[in-house]
């Protein structure tokens, strides 16, 4: 990847951070405001971590195929005949026409331009007209291949051939959702929110990261939880971020019939967040996806026991929506905004040694696998 971005951008860059969280300055806003820092992320970050698809429930049945659109590259997802779960650059090896749109389930993969036919185990079957041509064996031609992975109940993908396993990187986040998870992987799609924010995608993820700003600026979600019970721990490539429910009535949703009593929640490097809310068993993905240094989408998909959400689930919904969120959605932009002034650099890391969520020791712990990756990209 070509960068205007050199061994002295890194330094510039790191000034201010400490491995310590309590002695550490932030990132500094020009991460969060240039260009040339977003466009290094693409490959820096992006390119070479394990990025959310689906949930495996699309993808059960050999056929089944989804595609989806990671570091701004077009990626499928495919069950083969023989039930492998396979993943490929979304690209006809002719002339480069994209092969599959959205999701659904075929026989065989055939791109809409030429009708060169592909094996969903990625060799290519069928090649129109080409048999008088010199030194040409389509036996020798198949769809370049993308890691994959199903992960509790998810399918992940990673456009760096060489990246461990998922499961190999991020420790013991397995056994920590299958055990407040169990039913993870038996869930169905319930509901999407999507959203568009005027922000960068890690202004996004400092904001999921901590819930310092909780008592001023959730007061309901502070109902909801216990924050006295709020704990937020890193590790790896992910961070935990678990509270009991609040004891009494709150005025959030109702909870009063809850099966499920604890606000669990994982963060998944480097925008997949993963929640479990009281309620019914259910699982909550936000995916945060970046389109530019000042602008990113997110979908937030619910998995519930049924497709349909029961009366609380609606709730539930509805107050991400129309009140989390737009709280939410409220701070980042200003975030980004203050960021676009001279008036700031960075600011200070506020750190609980004690781990509470009114802690920023995730968005240190963030800022620091942001800071490695670009120390890997700039100084091979």
């Known amino acids: 990847m070509i960068t205007a971005l050199n061994a002295a951008d890194f330094e510039r860059i790191r000034a201010g951070y400490d491995p310590d969280p309590a002695s550490s300055l932030s990132l500094q806003a020009e991460a969060y405001t240039q260009n040339e820092w977003f466009s290094l992320e693409q490959n820096a970050v992006f390119s070479h971590s394990w990025q959310w698809v689906c949930h495996i429930e699309k993808l059960r049945e050999p056929g089944a195929y989804v595609t989806t659109i990671i570091a701004g590259q077009s990626i499928m997802v495919v069950r083969d005949k023989d039930g492998t779960l396979r993943a490929f650059y979304n690209v006809c090896k002719h002339r480069a026409h994209e092969l599959l749109q959205g999701e659904g389930t075929v026989g065989h993969i055939m791109c809409p331009y030429h009708a060169w036919a592909y094996r969903l185990d990625g060799k290519l079957q069928v090649a129109p007209h080409t048999k008088s041509l010199k030194g040409f064996d ?60 005027k922000s960068n995608w890690k202004n996004v993820v400092d904001n999921f990261l901590e819930c310092y700003h909780c008592p001023t600026a959730h007061k309901d979600f502070c109902t909801l939880v216990d924050m006295d019970t709020y704990k937020v721990t890193t590790h790896g490539i992910y961070s935990s971020h678990m509270a009991d429910a609040g004891q009494g009535s709150n005025t959030a ?56 959400p029961d009366e609380a689930e609606v709730e539930a919904i509805r107050y991400l929506d129309e009140v989390l969120q737009v709280e939410d959605i409220g701070l980042v932009e200003s975030v980004q905004r203050g960021m676009n002034t001279p008036a700031f650099e960075q600011g200070r890391i506020v750190h609980d040694p004690d781990g509470s969520g009114k802690s920023e020791h995730a968005v240190h712990h963030f800022h620091g696998l942001v800071l490695d990756a670009y120390k890997k990209a700039l100084n091979p």
């Not at 990673?158 to 038996?186: C, F, H, K």
């Not at 669990?264 to 970046?290: D, E, H, K, Q």
Request: hydrophobic share 40%; with cysteine.
């Open 138 to 197: 389509k036996s020798e031609i198949c769809l370049d291949q993308v890691q994959v992975e199903e992960f509790c109940g998810f399918v992940y993908v990673n456009l760096d051939p060489n990246a461990a396993p998922l499961t190999e990187q991020s420790g013991d986040l397995r056994r920590e959702i299958m055990y407040w998870a169990p039913e993870v992987d038996e869930l169905t799609f319930g509901h999407r929110l999507t959203y568009d924010i």
């Open 253 to 308: 949703y109702d909870v009063s019939n809850a099966a499920v009593r604890t606000h669990a929640v994982w963060w998944l490097y480097p925008t997949t967040c993963i929640m479990r809310y009281p309620g019914r068993p259910s699982m909550i993905i936000l995916n945060i996806i970046p389109v530019g240094p000042d602008r990113t989408l997110e979908t937030y998909d619910f998995f519930l026991v049924d497709q349909s």
